[in-house]
């Protein structure tokens, strides 16, 4: 299949960015070629188009696959597997929160939970145990949060995260305007 120039664009692109995010650069161009295809491809596509062995192509889709980033599907009168991906961003971007926060939070926040309540915590210096704490507790805050984030709409998600600068306008203006008697900025509705 032979892809336009945006679409040639974007694929390389988002390969290069999964480099730069730790995922293998032919997972991630298997990816954006789903995405912008907007329809399900078999392996034999997918090689064919990206330029890459088929060997390497089938073990990308079982990475994406465990990331629950593409599912196989079939065609009628065909009996191989097809791979497909959401087209919605806003799924997409809840889908790799949701793993990452699994994959990455959830086994931090248990280490550190086992080293505070180890007998041997307390024989560590004062201040790094301040440390393991303050980094416990910021790590639950951003994985409550996380799943607080997570069950939004994703019209409610896309306000929150348009609020972001308003946030910091709202707590700038208020630090600012403390003990002047000044109005304190409002925040805009949901």
């Known amino acids: 299949m032979e892809l336009t120039d945006i679409q040639r664009r974007f694929v390389l692109h988002w390969g290069e960015m999964g480099s730069m995010w730790g995922v293998n650069r032919t997972v991630s161009q298997i990816h954006a070629l789903l995405f912008t295809q907007g329809r399900p491809m078999n392996a034999e596509q997918l090689s064919e188009t990206l330029g890459v062995a088929r060997s390497n192509v089938s073990n990308s889709l079982k990475e994406l696959q465990a990331w629950n980033l593409v599912r196989v599907t079939h065609v009628m009168g065909d009996r191989r597997d097809y791979f497909e991906t959401s087209v919605d961003v806003w799924e ?3 889908t790799v929160v949701r ?3 699994e994959r990455e939070f ?5 280490m550190l939970r086992e080293i505070i309540a180890s007998p041997d915590f307390a024989r560590e210096p004062a201040d790094a145990q301040d440390r393991i704490r303050a980094t416990l507790e910021l790590m639950e805050k951003l994985g409550a949060w996380a799943e607080e984030m997570l069950r939004l709409s994703p019209g409610t998600l896309d306000k929150v995260l348009s609020l972001g600068a308003s946030v910091q306008r709202f707590v700038r203006g208020a ?3 403390k ?5 304190v900025p409002t925040l805009p509705m949901l």
Do not use: N, V
């Not at 959830?106 to 248990?110: E, K, S, Y």
């Open 179 to 183: 003990g002047k008697g000044d109005d």
């Open 106 to 110: 959830d086994p931090t926040i248990r």
């Open 175 to 177: 630090s600012a305007d």
């Open 99 to 101: 793993e990452r926060k």
């Open 92 to 94: 997409l971007f809840r």
